[in-house]
């Protein structure tokens, strides 16, 4: 019996005196956080010219018409790395156009031509995959009908 009243105030010295150096070991109340100097990506100051209008990208594709021997759309989007479609839309009666796709500008390397239709008419090209990048989409007959294809 009287070990084991001995042992209760050990005990207690002992989870007192741990208690109290879990105290003195604890981490000091400032920490030192330097301020994250972080880098705008350059992608939020890029491409925002308010104002034009915002490329059109149909959920199935990219659509382009022609009226009046001119392109209706300026600038379009497609996906990049994957194969999509452009429905086409002719609308100039007796006359022929197409999609013809070459980077970077209407005078680059021609990497896709569709079938040249007489409208009105409409066709849906098969555009094979392409890396992202500028393009321009032009049409065959009428080199001067020109608009911008951005692939991303
Ligand atoms: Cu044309």
Known sequence: MTHA???VPLLLAVVVGASAAACVTAT????????P????????????SAG????????????????????????????AGKAFQIAFDNKDAGTPHNVAIHKDSATGAEVFKGEIVTGPATRTYDVPALDA??????CTVHPNMTGTLTVQ
């Open 5 to 7: 009243r001995h042992l």
């Open 28 to 35: 000091p109340g400032w920490t030192y956080a330097p301020a």
């Open 37 to 48: 100097s972080v880098t705008p990506p350059p992608s939020a100051a890029a491409s925002g």
């Open 52 to 79: 034009s209008p915002a490329p059109s990208e149909a959920a199935g594709g990219v659509q382009i018409s022609a009226l009046n021997v001119a392109f209706e759309q300026t600038a379009v989007t497609a996906p």
């Open 133 to 138: 990048g500028t393009y321009a989409f032009v």
